[in-house]
C-alpha cells in the first residue's frame, strides 16, 4: 500500500491524468465538485463521506483520507463530518493560466478495504483581476501638422481572468483631439487605437494628457488605466510677428556710432529652431542704408554704423525681417521710420557774390562795395544767420533780401590815410551753441588828386656869390605830394615872367622835373643885391592842383672892385701936383687923399699907406684917413721936389688896391701956405662941394620918396581891409628897391 501510494505519487507527478485513469479503473463512479477560487480556508467543497456512501464512523474507521500524491494540498477532509474542506486558498490562474476550463483531480483512500476514489473539483474563475496595462505612463509624439484620422497604436492592457472576466472593453479619457477605436486581431484579443479627429495646435496645447482605462466583463467589472501623455510636435506653422508693424523714432545726426536707435522684436509661437529669428533688413533695402545701419541679427537691435547728416537725409523708411529657422522659414515684416533731429554742425557760410571792388577816395558814403550772402546748411534757428562786422572799418553793411547783403561806404575815404582795408566780416547762426565763420575782404581805395604838391619851405633863401658862373646851380625846390601815380607827379616852374624889365628867363632857368634852378648868368651884387620868384609846384592829376613858394637870391658881394681915387684929382694926369712952403714945421698937413671902393663891406674898407717917397723921413700918411702930413720941419737941404707914392687898399679877399702918386714943391718964401693953399684948392673944392650938393640934394629926394611911400602904404594900410603882413611885405619889398644903399659919402674936406 504504502509502496502503491509511493507509485501512485510519482505517477501523478508524472501525468495526472495517467493516474486518474488508473484510479478510475478502481473506483466505481467519479464526483465532481465545483468552488469558485479564492475560497477561505475551512470553506466546505462537498460532503465526501456522504457521496462515497459512507457512515460517519466509517470515516474515522476506514481512515478516509486525501492522497498526498495528487500534488499540493489545496484541501482536506474534515474526520467529524466527513466533509472536504478548502485547506489552502486558491488562484485559479495560478493553477490554470488561461485555460477556460480548470479541474484539479483529487484522490480520496479508504481503508478496509484499500479503495481509491477519484473526485474532480472544478475551480470556478471569479473576477480577481483587474486588467493590467504594462506602462503606467505611455507617451507619443505627434506632429502638430498630422492630418486627421492618422491612427496610432496603444498598449494593450491583460488581464489574467478568464471568460466574462477577462478584458472587454477600452474607453479614453475626454479629449477635444482623438477618439478611440479598438480593433480585435486574428487572436481574439482587442487592441487599442488612438485616432486623431481634430487636428492639433502646439501653440494652443503642447501635450495632451489621455488616461486609457481598460475593462473587464467581470460583475462589477474591474478596470486599469494607464496614462497616455501626447506630447505634440512643432511644426514651423507660425510667422515671426513684430511687437508693432509700425516702429518710430528719432534720432540726431552725428549720433555716436554703436548707439542703438531701436530695438525691434518679433516673436515666433512656435518652438526651437522654429522660433529662433534672425532679423535683417528687408529685401529692396538701398545699399546706401545699409551702409548707416546695422541690424542685429540675434537682438534686433538697429545701430548706427556710419555718420548720419541731417542735411543728406531728414528721414529714414526701411523694413525689418524677421526670419525662423525652420524648414522652410517664416518672414515677419516691420516698418521703421526714422525722424533725424537737426543738431546745429555746420558752420554759416560767407558768399562773395562779387569780388570787392576797388572804391575811389571820394566816392559818397554808401557806396556799394561788395555783395554778400550768407548760407548755412542746417535747420531752424541752427539755420538762421547774422552778418556782422568786424568794427575799425569805414564800412556798414545792409541788407536788402534774406542772408542777402552789400558791403557799403559809410564815410568818404582818404587813401592818403588808408590805402586799402580788411574788412572782416563775421557770420554767426542762432543754433546753440552757436557756429560762427570769419572773412576777410581786401578793398582797394583809388586815389584821387585830392591833395596839391607842397613845398619842403614856403620860401627859399639863396645866397649866390656875384660873378659866378653862369649855369651854375642856384638851389633846389622840393614839393611832395601824397597821392599816388600822375596825380603825384609834380612839375615846377617859374611864375614870375619879368625882374626889373628883364624877362626873368635870362637870369633863371628851372629844371622842371626836379625843381633845380639854375642861373642863366652871373650876378652883380654892385649892380643888383637881391631879387626874388616864385615857383609853383603842379601835379598832372585832372584837374591838377599847384601850389606856390618865393625863393629869395641873395647876391652876395665879392671884392670885384679897387678902391678909386676921388681926390687928388688924377683926371689931368697921372700925378697930383701940390706945393708947400720950406718954413713949415713937422706935422703940416700936405694934402688929403680920398678913395672910394664899390664893394661894400669889408670889401669896402678902405687903407692908406706910404709905399715910396723921394725923401721917406719927411712925410707920413695916416693908415685910415689918407692924410698927408711932414714928420718933421723941412730943412734947407731938403730936395724942393717931393714925389710920393700913396698906395690904397681895401680889406677885401684878395686885396685889391691902388695908388696915387703926389708931387710935393718946396718952395721958399712961401708965405702964405694956407691960403694959397685953399686958392690953390679951389677947383677941387668948388668940385667937392659940388658933390656935396649933389649928395645932399639926392639924400633929401630919396628921403622924401621914402616918407611919400610910407605915407601912402600907411593910407593904404589903413584904408585896406587886407593883414598888416602883406603890408609889410611890400614895404620891404619897397625898401629891396631902395637904389644906391650902398653909396658911401664922401667926408666934408673941413
Ligand atoms: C636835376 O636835373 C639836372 C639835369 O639833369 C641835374 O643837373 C641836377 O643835378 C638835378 N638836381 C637834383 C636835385 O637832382
Ligand atoms: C600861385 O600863383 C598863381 C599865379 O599868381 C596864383 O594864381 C595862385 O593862386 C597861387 N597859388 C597859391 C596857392 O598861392
Known amino acids: 500500500m504504502e509502496t502503491l501510494r509511493i507509485n501512485m505519487r510519482r505517477k501523478c507527478w508524472i501525468g495526472v491524468l495517467l493516474c486518474a485513469f488508473a484510479v478510475w479503473d478502481i473506483t466505481e463512479g467519479q464526483i465532481r465538485y465545483t468552488i469558485p477560487e479564492e475560497q477561505n480556508e475551512g470553506t466546505v467543497v462537498g460532503n465526501i463521506a456522504k457521496d462515497l456512501d459512507l457512515k460517519l464512523s466509517d470515516v474515522f474507521e476506514r481512515n478516509l483520507r486525501i492522497a498526498v500524491e495528487s500534488g499540493k494540498q489545496y484541501f482536506g477532509v474534515d474526520p467529524t463530518k466527513g466533509e472536504l474542506i478548502v485547506k489552502e486558498r486558491?488562484?485559479?490562474?495560478?493553477?490554470?493560466?488561461?485555460?477556460?476550463?480548470?479541474?484539479?483531480?483529487?484522490?480520496?483512500?479508504?481503508?478496509?478495504?484499500?479503495?481509491?476514489?477519484?473526485?474532480?473539483?472544478?475551480?470556478q474563475d471569479i473576477n480577481d483581476n483587474s486588467p493590467i496595462f504594462q506602462n503606467k505612463e505611455n507617451s507619443l509624439n505627434v506632429y502638430e501638422s498630422t492630418a486627421p484620422g492618422a491612427r496610432f497604436r496603444l498598449e494593450s492592457a491583460q488581464d489574467p481572468d478568464v471568460g466574462s472576466n477577462s478584458l472587454r472593453t477600452y474607453t479614453l479619457s475626454k479629449n477635444d483631439h482623438f477618439a478611440l477605436d479598438v480593433k480585435i486581431a486574428k487572436d481574439g484579443s482587442r487592441v487599442p487605437e488612438l485616432v486623431l479627429e481634430k487636428s492639433l495646435d502646439r501653440e494652443k496645447q503642447s501635450i495632451v494628457s489621455l488616461t486609457l482605462t481598460a475593462l473587464d466583463g467581470g460583475k462589477p467589472a474591474r478596470s486599469g488605466t494607464t496614462k497616455i501623455s501626447v506630447r505634440v510636435l512643432d511644426t514651423n506653422d507660425n510667422a515671426p510677428v513684430f511687437e508693432k508693424a509700425q516702429y518710430d523714432e528719432q534720432i540726431s545726426e552725428n549720433a555716436a556710432l554703436g548707439v542703438v536707435v531701436l530695438t525691434v522684436k518679433a516673436v515666433d509661437l512656435d518652438e526651437g529652431a522654429n522660433k529662433e529669428l534672425n532679423y535683417s533688413f528687408g529685401p529692396h533695402t538701398p545699399d546706401t542704408l545699409s551702409n548707416l545701419f546695422s541690424v542685429d541679427p540675434v537682438s534686433g537691435e538697429i545701430k548706427i554704423q556710419n555718420k548720419i547728416d541731417y542735411e543728406t537725409d531728414r528721414s529714414f523708411d526701411f523694413d525689418i525681417v524677421a526670419r525662423d529657422k525652420g524648414s522652410p522659414p517664416m518672414e515677419g515684416?516691420?516698418?521703421?521710420?526714422?525722424?533725424?533731429?537737426?543738431?546745429?554742425?555746420?558752420?554759416?557760410?560767407?558768399?562773395?557774390?562779387?569780388?570787392?571792388?576797388?572804391?575811389?577816395?571820394?566816392?559818397?558814403?554808401?557806396?556799394?562795395?561788395?555783395?554778400?550772402?550768407?548760407?548755412?546748411?542746417?535747420?531752424?534757428?541752427?539755420?538762421?544767420?547774422?552778418?556782422?562786422?568786424?568794427?575799425?572799418?569805414?564800412?556798414?553793411?545792409?541788407?536788402?533780401?534774406?542772408?542777402?547783403?552789400?558791403?557799403?561806404?559809410?564815410?568818404?575815404l582818404d587813401r592818403e590815410a588808408h590805402v586799402a582795408y580788411t574788412v572782416g566780416i563775421i557770420a554767426a547762426d542762432s543754433g546753440s551753441p552757436?557756429?560762427?565763420?570769419?572773412?576777410?575782404?581786401?578793398?582797394?581805395?583809388?586815389?584821387?588828386?585830392?591833395?596839391?604838391?607842397?613845398?619842403?619851405?614856403?620860401?627859399y633863401t639863396v645866397h649866390v656869390k656875384e660873378n659866378s658862373a653862369a649855369g651854375s646851380i642856384l638851389c633846389s625846390v622840393t614839393a611832395s605830394d601824397p597821392d599816388q601815380g600822375e596825380n603825384a607827379k609834380v612839375s615846377y616852374s617859374i611864375l614870375d615872367s619879368r625882374l626889373l624889365d628883364t624877362p626873368l628867363s635870362s637870369y633863371i632857368y628851372i629844371n622842371s622835373e626836379n625843381g633845380s634852378i639854375f642861373s642863366m648868368h652871373s650876378f652883380d651884387h654892385e649892380k643888383m643885391k637881391v631879387f626874388q620868384f616864385r615857383v609853383q609846384a603842379k601835379d598832372h592829376g585832372?584837374?591838377?592842383?599847384?601850389?606856390?613858394?618865393?625863393?629869395?637870391?641873395?647876391?652876395?658881394?665879392?671884392?670885384?672892385?679897387?678902391?678909386?681915387?676921388?681926390?687928388?684929382?688924377?683926371?689931368?694926369?697921372?700925378?697930383?701936383?701940390?706945393?708947400?712952403?720950406?718954413?713949415?714945421?713937422?706935422?703940416?698937413?700936405?694934402?688929403?687923399?680920398?678913395?672910394?671902393?664899390?664893394?661894400?663891406?669889408?670889401?669896402?674898407?678902405?687903407?692908406?699907406?706910404?709905399?715910396?717917397?723921394?725923401?721917406?723921413?719927411?712925410?707920413?700918411?695916416?693908415?685910415?684917413?689918407?692924410?698927408?702930413?711932414?714928420?718933421?720941419?723941412?730943412?734947407?737941404?731938403?730936395?724942393?721936389?717931393?714925389?710920393?707914392?700913396?698906395?690904397?687898399?681895401?680889406?677885401?679877399?684878395?686885396?685889391?688896391?691902388?695908388?696915387?702918386?703926389?708931387?710935393?714943391?718946396?718952395?721958399?718964401?712961401?708965405?702964405?701956405?694956407?691960403?694959397?693953399?685953399?686958392?690953390?684948392?679951389?677947383?677941387?673944392?668948388?668940385?667937392?662941394?659940388?658933390?656935396?650938393?649933389?649928395?645932399?640934394v639926392s639924400l633929401a629926394s630919396v628921403s622924401l620918396l621914402c616918407l611919400l611911400t610910407f605915407l601912402v602904404l600907411l593910407v593904404k594900410c589903413a584904408r585896406g581891409s587886407r593883414g598888416g603882413s602883406s603890408c609889410c611885405v611890400r614895404r620891404s619889398d619897397s625898401e629891396y628897391k631902395k637904389p644906391n644903399r650902398n653909396l658911401q659919402m664922401i667926408p666934408a674936406q673941413h
Open 90 to 123: 486558491i488562484d485559479r490562474e495560478n493553477l490554470c493560466g488561461q485555460s477556460a476550463i480548470c479541474i484539479l483531480p483529487l484522490e480520496v483512500i479508504t481503508e478496509n478495504p484499500l479503495q481509491l476514489h477519484r473526485f474532480e473539483i472544478e475551480i
Open 333 to 412: 515684416v516691420c516698418s521703421v521710420h526714422l525722424d533725424i533731429l537737426d543738431v546745429n554742425d555746420n558752420a554759416p557760410e560767407i558768399i562773395l557774390k562779387s569780388s570787392p571792388s576797388p572804391v575811389r577816395e571820394d566816392a559818397p558814403s554808401g557806396t556799394v562795395v561788395a555783395l554778400i550772402s550768407t548760407r548755412d546748411l542746417d535747420n531752424g534757428d541752427n539755420g538762421q544767420v547774422s552778418l556782422t562786422l568786424l568794427p575799425g572799418t569805414p564800412f556798414s553793411l545792409k541788407t536788402s533780401l534774406t542772408n542777402h547783403y552789400t558791403l557799403i561806404t559809410e564815410q568818404k
Open 434 to 459: 552757436q557756429l560762427t565763420s570769419k572773412q576777410e575782404l581786401l578793398v582797394n581805395v583809388l586815389d584821387v588828386n585830392d591833395n596839391a604838391p607842397v613845398f619842403t619851405q614856403p620860401s
Open 542 to 696: 585832372s584837374p591838377s592842383l599847384s601850389s606856390n613858394a618865393t625863393v629869395h637870391v641873395f647876391i652876395v658881394d665879392q671884392n670885384d672892385n679897387a678902391p678909386a681915387v676921388i681926390y687928388p684929382s688924377t683926371f689931368m694926369g697921372s700925378v697930383s701936383h701940390q706945393r708947400m712952403s720950406r718954413s713949415v714945421k713937422a706935422g703940416h698937413l700936405v694934402t688929403k687923399v680920398t678913395a672910394v671902393d664899390a664893394d661894400s663891406g669889408h670889401n669896402a674898407w678902405i687903407s692908406y699907406r706910404l709905399a715910396e717917397a723921394t725923401d721917406a723921413s719927411l712925410f707920413s700918411v695916416t693908415f685910415h684917413t689918407g692924410e698927408v702930413r711932414t714928420k718933421r720941419s723941412v730943412s734947407e737941404q731938403d730936395d724942393s721936389s717931393q714925389r710920393l707914392l700913396i698906395e690904397i687898399r681895401d680889406n677885401g679877399e684878395p686885396v685889391q688896391s691902388t695908388t696915387v702918386t703926389v708931387d710935393v714943391l718946396i718952395e721958399d718964401g712961401f708965405h702964405e701956405p694956407i691960403s694959397d693953399f685953399t686958392h690953390k684948392h679951389t677947383e677941387p673944392e668948388k668940385k667937392s662941394s659940388k658933390i656935396t650938393l649933389y649928395l645932399i
